[in-house]
């Protein structure tokens, strides 16, 4: 089982910036594939990146290429999303999440974390 905690969210404005972080643990956590994903009410969550056990690759929606950026420390068992460039259109509930394998070929997110509320304002 592993226990997801999201921290880092608030209220910027546009252009702006935020370092959403992500404190995994419990006995599975092993340098496995983690992400994020984002949510605004009555839309489905839509995955934003995710990067693979060992932190050296990574992948990223379209959307947020060149503006997020995801990394991890791995001796602090803690997942980073580097946010600038901030739109209102960024505005969401941001999730982190973890997969079983410790590569993002193919994730599945059994883990997800509660969330945290990033609010962007033009």
């Known amino acids: 089982q592993v226990q997801l905690v999201e921290s880092g969210g608030g209220s910027v404005q546009a252009g702006g910036s935020l370092r959403l972080s992500c404190a995994a643990s419990g006995d599975t956590y092993n340098r496995k594939c983690m992400g994020w994903f984002r949510q605004v009410p009555a839309k489905e969550r839509e995955w934003v990146e995710s990067?693979?056990?060992?932190?050296?690759?990574?992948y990223y929606a379209d959307f947020v290429k060149g503006r997020f950026t995801i990394s991890r420390d791995n001796a602090k068992n803690t997942v980073y999303l580097q946010m600038t460039s901030l739109k209102p259109e960024d505005t969401a509930m941001y999730y982190c999440?973890?997969?079983?394998?410790?590569?993002?070929?193919?994730?599945?997110?059994?883990?997800w974390g509660q969330g945290t509320q990033v609010t962007v304002s033009s």
């Open positions: 999440v973890a997969d079983l394998e410790t590569t993002c070929y193919s994730p599945s997110w059994p883990y």
């Open positions: 990067v693979h056990g060992g932190g050296y690759v990574a």
